[in-house]
């Protein structure tokens, strides 16, 4: 049961989903980063040229969603109710670039054809 003392308004609850929204929202721009990167050898070793040309895409697709990530995250700190998707927003900006670096270090299994 609750406590008459520990009753909130359910703030604290509405921001946390909200700065887990942000997460998943910044997390799109890293995982098409990331299999890009972790794919991109096995592209390059293959005779497929459509395969390399699919890696780069996802990729420049990846990088545009980043810059309008950081574009987002300045939007959204400024505005007081959306304030925890910025905040997440803005731990996905630095994160990023070091999910797509351990992306380099994964080695999908090459596609058998």
């Given at each position: ?15 946390g ?10 997390l799109?721009?890293a ?8 794919w ?40 007081r109710r959306?304030?925890p998707?910025g ?19 994964v ?7």
């Amino acid at each position: 049961m609750d406590q008459p003392g520990m009753q909130g308004n359910g703030v604290g609850r509405r921001s946390g989903l909200l700065f887990l929204a942000g997460l998943g929202l910044g997390l799109i721009p890293a995982m098409l980063m990331f299999l890009s990167v972790s794919w991109q050898p096995f592209c390059y070793r293959s005779c497929d040229p459509v395969a390399g040309q699919a890696s780069a895409f996802i990729g420049g697709i990846g990088i545009r969603l980043y810059v309008l990530e950081i574009l987002s995250a300045v939007v959204l700190l400024a505005a007081r109710r959306v304030r925890p998707i910025g905040y997440a927003l803005l731990l996905m900006i630095f994160m990023t670039p070091v999910i797509a670096v351990q992306g380099c270090m994964v080695r999908l299994p090459a596609p058998r054809v």
